[in-house]
C-alpha cells in the first residue's frame, strides 16, 4: 500500500538555525500539505501546494516558512530561524484531490534548543 | 463558536461496549467529514469518510446530520486496541481550494 514517508524522523537543532523537513507524498496524488502538532495540543495546518504553488496557508505559516518540489518526489518544509516555540511534530500529508482524504506521514519531530 | 468541536473526554469504557462520539462543526457549506485517529506520538491514521449521510466499515459506524451540523462515530463491541484519540476533520471550501478543519480530539481509553 502507497504511503507517504518522511525524513528525518527526528530532528534536533540550536535556536536561530535553519532546518529542512523532507516529504514524499503518495506518488499519484497532486495535493500536498504540512501541519503541525505541539506536544498535548491540536493538529493545526499550515500550508497546501497544488500544482507548484502555495495554494492555502495559514497564520502559522509566517515568512520564516517556505515549501518547495524540488523534484518530482520530494516535497520540503523550511524554516529559516528556528524560535524554541517551533519544537512539534510536522507532518506531511497528501491527497488525490483538494477535497479527498488525506494521508499522513509518520511525520518529524523537531526539537529547537 | 469553534469551528469543530469535540467532547476532549477521556472516554472510559469497558471492552465490549458500545461508545459514541459526537462532533459539532459551524460551518453550513462543510462538504466532506472524516474521522482520524491518532495514537499517542503517531500520526493521524484515517479511519472513515463521510460524504453522505453516513458510513458504515464493520465495528465503525459514522453519522452525519447536516441540518444540526453534527457528525457522531459509533464504535461497537470495543477492543483495547481501540485507546486513541479520535479527531473529527471537516472539509471546508476555500475560495478555489478546501481546507481541513480539525477537531481537538476525543480521547478514549478502553479498560479490559
Known amino acids: 500500500e502507497p504511503e507517504v514517508t518522511q525524513t528525518p524522523s527526528h530532528q534536533v537543532t540550536q535556536m536561530g538555525q535553519e532546518v529542512i523537513l523532507r516529504c514524499v507524498p503518495i506518488?499519484?496524488?497532486?495535493?500536498f500539505y504540512w501541519y503541525r502538532q505541539i506536544l498535548g495540543q491540536k493538529v493545526e495546518f499550515l500550508v497546501s501546494?497544488?500544482?507548484?504553488?502555495?495554494?492555502?496557508k495559514s497564520e502559522i505559516f509566517d515568512d520564516q516558512f517556505s515549501v518547495e518540489r524540488p523534484d518530482g518526489s520530494n516535497f520540503t518544509l523550511k524554516i529559516r530561524s528556528t524560535k524554541l516555540e517551533d519544537s512539534a511534530m510536522y507532518f506531511c500529508?497528501?491527497?488525490?484531490?483538494?477535497?479527498?482524504?488525506?494521508?499522513f506521514g509518520p511525520g518529524t519531530r523537531l526539537t529547537v534548543l | 463558536r469553534k469551528e469543530v468541536e469535540q467532547d476532549p473526554g477521556p472516554f472510559n469504557v469497558p471492552e465490549g461496549a458500545t461508545v459514541a462520539f459526537n462532533c459539532t462543526y459551524s460551518?453550513?457549506?462543510?462538504?466532506?467529514f472524516f474521522w482520524y485517529r491518532q495514537d499517542c506520538r503517531k500520526e493521524p491514521k484515517l479511519l472513515m469518510s463521510?460524504?453522505?449521510?453516513?458510513n458504515e466499515d464493520g465495528r465503525f459506524t459514522a453519522q452525519l446530520n447536516r441540518a444540526s451540523q453534527y457528525i457522531s462515530l459509533l464504535i461497537r463491541d470495543s477492543k483495547l486496541s481501540d485507546s486513541a484519540t479520535y479527531l473529527c476533520?471537516?472539509?471546508?471550501?476555500?475560495?478555489?481550494?478546501?481546507?481541513?478543519?480539525w477537531g481537538a480530539g476525543t480521547k478514549l481509553i478502553i479498560k479490559p
Open positions: 476533520v471537516v472539509n471546508i471550501p476555500m475560495d478555489s481550494n478546501y481546507q481541513l478543519i
Open positions: 501546494f497544488y500544482n507548484n504553488e502555495i495554494s492555502e
Open positions: 506518488s499519484n496524488h497532486l495535493y
Open positions: 460551518n453550513s457549506a462543510s462538504q466532506s
Open positions: 463521510v460524504y453522505s449521510s453516513g
Open positions: 500529508a497528501s491527497s488525490e484531490m483538494s477535497n479527498n482524504e488525506q494521508f
